[in-house]
């Protein structure tokens, strides 16, 4: 079992910053994969960003390309999203996901995919 504990997210004006960061309770040794997706009202939940276990293997949805950022600390199990320039459409409870398979790009995207999810924390950006 992984437990994924976040922190971060919070209330900030359209064009803020925050930074989201989530702890893997066990140590990550091998093939894995770290990762954000989040869910609006009234919305599915949908992919933010991912990142394998080599500094190559990072994705990131359209949306949010070229405004987020996904790091990871391997020594502290941890994964952060630096998130830029938001828009009150980013509005949204944020989760953490861990997947336990090797880096495969057709199927990081997928809800279904990861193995294990941190409780969520709300971001909300006013205009």
């Known amino acids: 079992q992984v437990q994924l504990i976040e922190s971060g997210g919070g209330l900030v004006q359209a064009g803020g910053s925050l930074t989201l960061s989530c702890t893997a309770s066990?140590?990550?040794?091998?093939?894995?994969?770290m990762g954000w997706f989040r869910q609006a009202p009234g919305q599915e939940r949908e992919f933010v960003a991912t990142h394998g276990r080599s500094g190559e293997d990072i994705s990131y949805a359209d949306s949010v390309q070229g405004r987020f950022t996904i790091s990871r600390d391997y020594a502290k199990n941890t994964v952060i999203l630096q998130m830029n320039s938001l828009k009150p459409e980013d509005t949204a409870v944020y989760y953490c996901?861990?997947?336990?398979?090797?880096?495969?790009?057709?199927?990081?995207?997928?809800?279904?995919?990861?193995?294990?999810w941190g409780q969520g924390t709300q971001v909300t950006v006013t205009s």
């Open positions: 066990k140590h990550t040794f091998y093939r894995n994969t």
């Open positions: 996901a861990f997947r336990e398979e090797m880096w495969t790009p057709s199927l990081i995207g997928i809800e279904s995919e990861y193995d294990y």
